[in-house]
């Protein structure tokens, strides 16, 4: 059974990782968030970020250490990870590296409903996301190379490596249901079409003359 956590939240799972280094406050947070790439892996912005910490204080694993302020600048809190907030980060890593949880990701509900459109639309479309795969995979590969180019521990690349490992498998599992799709001997397509008023492959309309162009 899942834990029902007081801030679930995995940008808080961040912010108490990042508060072992030492206290800050959020927009040194925020900074540092961005410079490791966490926004890669964790959506945010500063007013999410604002309303976790808050979260944390209320639960009681942060609290505030000092105000400060700079020149003209507004107030910044600055807060600190408190025992409670330290045993919450292991207790909530522990579970999400030991346990796989059930996700919804938009491309398996698009994969659930993909009889609402015939075949000579999935198709082309399928064949663009395996496109855009395959230009994200360029992108992490060549993030990955830059970091261990500047000696980067391999250590702290693993969620990338990790991304750039799922893309690939997704980018097979494309591949492998367009062929499906499209193979005349599985009989997907023609039954699917026929659904749509079509016929696969679909034939262009009839010129003036009546022939088919």
Do not use: C
């Amino acid at each position: 059974m899942a834990t029902k956590r007081k801030v679930s939240n995995l940008l808080a799972l961040a912010v108490l990782s990042y508060l072992t280094q030492r206290a800050m406050h959020p927009y040194e947070l925020s900074r540092t968030l961005r410079d490791n790439g966490d926004d890669r892996s964790i959506k945010f912005n500063h007013g999410s970020l604002y309303m976790v910490v808050q979260q944390l204080e209320k639960a009681g694993y942060i609290a505030a250490q000092e105000t400060n302020r700079e020149g003209q600048r507004p107030e910044r809190t600055v807060y600190a990870l408190t025992d409670a907030g330290r045993h919450e980060l292991r207790e909530w890593l522990r579970h999400l590296l030991g346990e796989p949880e059930h996700e919804y990701p938009s491309f398996v509900a698009a994969l659930s409903l993909i009889g609402a459109l015939p075949p000579s639309q999935a198709v082309p479309l399928l064949r663009h996301r395996l496109q855009r795969l395959a230009e994200r995979a360029a992108e992490t590969r060549r993030l990955i190379d830059t970091a261990l180019a500047q000696d980067v521990p391999e250590l702290f690349l693993i969620e990338e490596q990790y991304r750039l490992t799922m893309n690939n498998a997704e980018s097979s599992y494309v591949t492998s249901l367009i062929e499906k799709i499209t193979d005349p001997r599985t009989g997907w397509a023609p039954m699917w079409a026929e659904f749509h008023g079509e016929t696969f492959p679909a034939q262009a309309p009839p010129d003036a003359e009546g022939q088919q162009t």
